[in-house]
């Protein structure tokens, strides 16, 4: 009898081990010899399992993409970088992986839950119903829109900068990484929802929720390899989320906030007809995000509050700490290069010298089309890539072709359609065949003044096309528009006559505090790293 129990409680753990194990040695002979990339180059531990970028990105903290261009070096311009994942290293090849409306693209559904917000327009997979999510969006974020909305955010610029000007008045250190953060927060709360988050009233200009917003960046990297643990912490009380992971409650009040706006702005537009809907649109003095999506033409399913509550939060995020990174960046250069300075200010104020008599601020066409502003912003958004990390994108009916000459050896492969593919923005601008000395924060290359031959005709356009911080094609940022205006807006108050930011100076800060050396989906610096901080000169001195 002991035996037969003996021999039973044996069975009971072979089979299993015996079925994990078949399990296991079919995925591998699969993932090596019989998956559609089994032929691309790449490490044969790559290839077996998606540990290996875990690896790298969790343990890591956010260093795969530096991981693949070494890949890059030694396999070439296509890599096999985990087993359903191609990545390409040739800018050339951009336009095919991120296409416009003429071919069907849709995002992977691995990279796409990082942010568990998968029925958001970001995240969704599906081209035809990403074109309708977007398709609510689009309009609202058009740059005639952003436009009737410039009165607002030129409200908050000069808020923000008196708040500095007070601030700094003491010989305080002011963290610019944190104001920026708390600025891009306000003016995407009135944007999206009609109320302003109030964050840069705060004290420090509420350094919590730039740590909240990149403890959510950072998270994305768990959420791709563990996509069931957002969906758990849905359903866990708050109370007991906050004991393990503090920074989560404060999220649930976000998110909780974001659904009590929604059903006020539902509420407040009652039950309108198709007709209706339109006449709100045409007469909303101050629309909002979510009174262009509850008076669009989507279906009822796609205006239920939990999927509206992922679109809010989306935009929320994109619209914080992207803008922000970028003007942190473009701050710290203009304050540590004299020059970029003094020909910044002295264009704004030539510009400013026409204004006609009671013009307080200069147009925003005239901020877009100043030279050197222009250059200055656009070497800005170079250096602070968008986002860091690889964007995956799968043509489900077409291959992919790539014949071309890279790095002097040609190469030849062809893609098979429904493959994920992905490129990385940051390494196309930074590559120092299309910008010498890359690292360098040079807006001269900008320079329209610069290009006079052929040569540097199609030098230019090189650098145009490699230049994608909002990303291209059916999937590129929705909010470029906002962006260009809270930079050019902010840049412009700032050095214009009588700017707070003819006054700063760096404080214990320097070129590390703005470089990207982990890519947490956001850039980030090193960890230890104190944001960007300035003082006041006196102004007798300046």
């Known amino acids: 009898m002991d035996l037969l129990l003996h021999s039973r409680a044996i069975l009971l753990v072979c089979i299993p081990a015996c079925i994990c194990t078949v399990v296991v040695v079919v995925v591998a002979v699969y993932r090596l010899l019989y998956s559609p990339i ?6 044969r531990l790559a290839a077996l399992t998606f540990w290996y970028e875990f690896y790298y990105d969790v343990v890591c903290t956010g260093r795969y993409s530096w991981r693949i261009q070494e890949l890059h070096r030694k396999y070439g311009p296509i890599v096999r970088i985990n087993p359903k994942e191609l990545h390409v290293a040739d800018p050339a090849f951009y336009d095919s992986v991120y296409a416009g409306p003429g071919r069907r693209t849709e995002k992977w559904e691995f990279s796409a839950r990082m942010f568990g917000t998968t029925t958001a327009a970001v995240g969704t997979t599906g081209h035809e119903l990403h074109r309708i999510r977007r398709g609510a969006l689009n309009g609202f974020f058009s740059k005639r ?25 003491a010989s305080r250190v002011l963290n610019l990484r944190d104001f920026f953060a708390a600025f891009s927060a306000d003016v995407i709360g009135i944007v999206a929802f009609g109320s302003n988050y109030g964050l840069l009233d705060r004290e420090d200009f509420e350094p919590a929720w730039q740590k909240l917003m990149m403890d959510l960046s950072s998270g994305t990297h768990i959420m791709k390899q563990f996509p069931w643990i957002y969906p758990l912490l849905k359903i866990i009380p708050p109370s007991i989320v906050s004991l393990f992971h503090p920074p989560g409650n404060r999220l649930f009040n976000i998110r909780n906030d974001i659904k009590i706006k929604i059903e006020e702005t539902r509420s407040s537009l009652g039950s309108p007809s198709p007709e209706e809907k339109e006449s709100i649109r045409d007469l909303a003095s101050q629309p909002t995000a979510l009174h262009t999506l509850l008076t669009s033409t989507l279906p009822a399913q796609e205006l239920l509050t939990p999927r509206l509550e992922d679109e809010a939060f989306t935009l929320l995020g994109a619209g914080t700490l992207t803008t922000a990174h970028t003007l942190t960046t473009l701050l710290y250069h203009i304050l540590a290069n004299p020059t970029i300075k003094h020909n910044l200010q002295t264009e704004l104020a030539s510009l400013h010298a026409n204004l006609l008599p009671g013009t307080s601020s200069l147009p925003p066409a005239d901020l877009e089309h100043a030279p050197h502003l222009q250059a200055v912003v656009t070497e800005g958004l170079r250096l602070s890539f968008g986002v860091s990390h690889r964007l995956a994108r799968i043509s489900p009916d077409t291959a992919l072709h790539y014949d071309a000459m890279y790095h002097g050896r040609a190469y030849a492969y062809t893609i098979p359609p429904g493959v994920p593919v992905s490129m990385t923005p940051m390494f196309m601008h930074l590559d120092p065949t299309a910008f010498p000395s890359p690292h360098t924060f ?60 003819t006054r700063m100076e760096l404080f214990e800060t320097g070129v590390a505090d703005v470089e990207c050396v982990h890519d947490l989906f956001n850039p980030s610096p090193r960890l230890d790293s104190k944001g960007v901080r300035v003082v006041l000169r006196d102004e007798a001195t300046t």
Not at 145 to 168: K, S, W
Request: glycine share 14%; charged share 25%.
């Open 38 to 43: 089994a032929r691309f180059p790449g490490p």
């Open 145 to 169: 829109t952003v436009a009737n909305l410039t009165p607002t955010i030129q409200e908050l610029v000069d808020h923000g900068c008196d708040l500095l000007r007070r601030r700094g008045a």
């Open 442 to 501: 040079d807006p001269a290359r900008w320079r329209a003044s610069a290009v006079s031959s052929e040569d540097e005709r199609a030098e230019a356009k090189r650098r145009r096309a490699q230049l994608v911080p909002f990303g291209k094609g059916t999937r590129a940022c929705a909010g470029m528009w906002l962006a260009y205006a809270e930079l050019y807006g902010m840049l412009g108050a700032l050095f214009g006559p009588g700017g707070i930011g």
